[in-house]
């Protein structure tokens, strides 16, 4: 089972959709978590993190369920700016000093 | 605050040929990650220096990489002789140590090796 597995898009919804991504995580010693944007032919950037309790920033809420090793992030009322592509990011073990690992990323292009 | 700066941008040259990409971490962070990203693959992790010290290189593809990290402002990644299949994006990201903190990227080194 890969470390961090995530679907692999690429996602193609209307401006105002509301769009979900899901992200399984092999390390059950895991205890951060981070959803990464990057965009075309640049660098990844933080999106927000993920914390137990779920969290939410403007349009987008994040969830993390321990028991079932899952993560996902909730895009609302969609904008063309969100097209990006979207990284799912686990630090592989209990510690904040272990290496983050990144998923392969899921493709959302938000259409006109 | 000045972000991870990474050096050069673009490279492309001829396979045999060395190359070396810089970068230059964020002031005060004390850890550095050099990560490789291809299509095929994703991101990886090549090496991470913890305080300047090499503490796992264990991504590092082959001997034909090696990476330095002479002092807390500088750090090297050099591929030599270079091949056609070393042709990706190399990122540079830095972070504190304290706590569970994200790591912030640098622009990345677009490589071609022809």
């Known amino acids: 089972r890969k470390e961090v597995e995530q679907d692999p898009g690429p996602f193609n919804v209307p401006e105002g959709a509301t769009v979900a991504f899901n992200c399984t995580y092999s390390?059950?010693?895991?205890?951060?978590f981070f959803w990464y944007r990057q965009d075309c032919r640049k660098e990844p950037k933080l999106l927000m993190s993920v914390y137990s309790s779920g969290n939410e920033d403007g349009r987008f809420t994040a969830q993390l369920n321990r028991a079932s090793q899952y993560i996902s992030l909730l895009i609302r009322d969609s904008k063309l700016s969100d097209s990006a592509t979207y990284l799912c990011v686990v630090n592989i073990g209990n510690s904040g000093n272990t290496p983050l690992v990144f998923g392969k990323g899921t493709r959302l292009s938000v259409i006109a | 605050d000045a972000g991870v700066i990474q050096s050069p941008r673009h490279e492309v040259t001829e396979m045999g040929q060395e190359v070396t990409l810089r970068c230059k971490p964020i002031?005060?962070?004390?850890?550095l990650f050099w990560y490789r990203q291809t299509m095929m693959r994703g991101l990886e992790l090549l090496i991470y220096f913890n305080n300047n010290v090499p503490i796992d290189d264990s991504g590092m593809p082959e001997d034909r990489f090696s990476a330095k990290m002479p002092n807390a402002s500088f750090s090297t990644l050099k591929i030599q002789p270079s091949e056609p299949r070393d042709s990706a994006v190399y990122f540079c990201?830095?972070?504190?140590?304290?706590?569970?903190?994200?790591?912030?990227f640098g622009d990345g080194t677009r490589l071609s090796i022809l």
């Open positions: 390390n059950s010693a895991s205890q951060s």
């Open positions: 990201a830095s972070k504190k140590t304290w706590g569970y903190q994200p790591q912030h």
């Open positions: 002031s005060g962070h004390d850890y």
